[in-house]
């Protein structure tokens, strides 16, 4: 099963994204929580926190500067950009990245 949230700005969508994915993951379902917001903060609605969330957002951020290698398979995605939540969700920041042909496979 595929969810996807979206909507204007304000509306909710991070809380609602976040109580989804731990609602679906406390059922026994495995869930993978992909934050694409331009200001990514689905970790904190999660219960990761500021700093942890902070933290996968300056490594896309090292990625975007040429500071970190591109990752070529999803399980390297999710082990760069990614960490775990409670209820076992697994969340990863795959927000915008701004540099021009980033040379990704």
Do not use: W, Y
């Amino acid at each position: 099963m595929k969810i996807a949230v979206a909507g204007k700005g304000g509306s909710g969508k991070t809380t609602i994204s976040g109580t989804i994915a731990r609602s679906l993951a406390r059922k026994g379902h495995p869930v993978l929580a992909l934050d694409c917001d331009t200001n990514p903060m689905l970790g904190v609605s999660l219960g990761v926190g500021p700093e942890e969330t902070d933290l996968l957002v300056a490594a896309r951020q090292a990625l975007d500067a040429g500071d970190l290698e591109h990752e070529t398979s999803p399980d390297g995605i999710i082990e760069t950009f990614g960490t775990s939540a409670p209820d076992e969700v697994r969340l990863v920041v795959v927000s915008r990245i701004d540099r021009a042909n980033p040379g990704c496979p």
